[in-house]
């Protein structure tokens, strides 16, 4: 399938099911903590600067927010997890938002689980992987901030991630950078694959 990702924009904010679009574009959720770079993963896949806002304050990110992307798939974003300023009422609320959407979305063709290279997995990004298993959600793990370490140390990062992680090597596992877009033909790739 060849994408056009100049063609792309935000379609809409949902905070449950009956918002959802209705139609059969295939979706790729992206999951990850609220500073993990989950929108400047999304503005450097498309090749824009902001389409997602990237925010100075983490936890920005409180609805469902969909991408649509030349009309032939789309992104889907989900509200950064393991944010500490946001009320335990409000995590719960996102938490049953996020659980819907990846476990009842027919659309839903995988789930881009980011994590930073640059620290050990957090326990919600383990959970989210196990949850993820345990619905069987295809998933492909982006390790983001790569241009923050040297590439010589690389592999260590990764080997502690997957080891945390409990890493099934079935999964795709890649390395990224916002800023030298290093993964980022990977990335298309693994997501392609998976529509």
């Not at 450097?44 to 925010?55: E, Q």
């Not at 990110?61 to 509200?79: A, G, H, S, W």
């Not at 027919?106 to 789930?111: D, P, Q």
Request: hydrophobic share 35%.
């Amino acid at each position: 399938m060849e994408i056009n990702t100049h063609n792309a924009e935000i379609l809409l904010s949902a905070a449950n099911k009956s918002h959802y679009p209705q139609d059969e574009l295939p979706e790729i959720a992206l999951a990850g903590r609220s500073n993990v770079g989950k929108s400047s993963f999304i503005n450097t896949m498309l090749n824009r600067k902001n389409l997602a806002r990237t925010s100075g304050k983490p936890g920005k990110t409180q609805l469902l927010n969909f991408f649509n992307i030349d009309d032939k798939m789309r992104f889907v974003d989900v509200p950064g997890y393991g944010y500490a300023r946001v009320s335990k009422k409000e995590r719960e609320k996102w938490g049953c938002m996020i659980e819907e959407y990846l476990t009842t979305r027919g659309n839903l063709r995988a789930v881009v689980s980011l994590v930073d290279l640059r620290h050990d997995p957090s326990a919600d990004d383990v959970q989210m992987y196990e949850f993820l298993k345990y619905y069987e959600i295809p998933v492909i793990i982006v390790a983001t901030k790569a241009d923050k370490i040297p590439r010589g140390k690389w592999n260590k990062h990764e080997s502690a991630i997957k080891k945390k992680l409990n890493f099934d090597p079935s999964d795709d596992f890649i390395l990224f950078s916002s800023v030298s877009k290093a993964g980022m033909d990977q990335a298309w790739d693994a997501i392609l694959e998976k529509l």
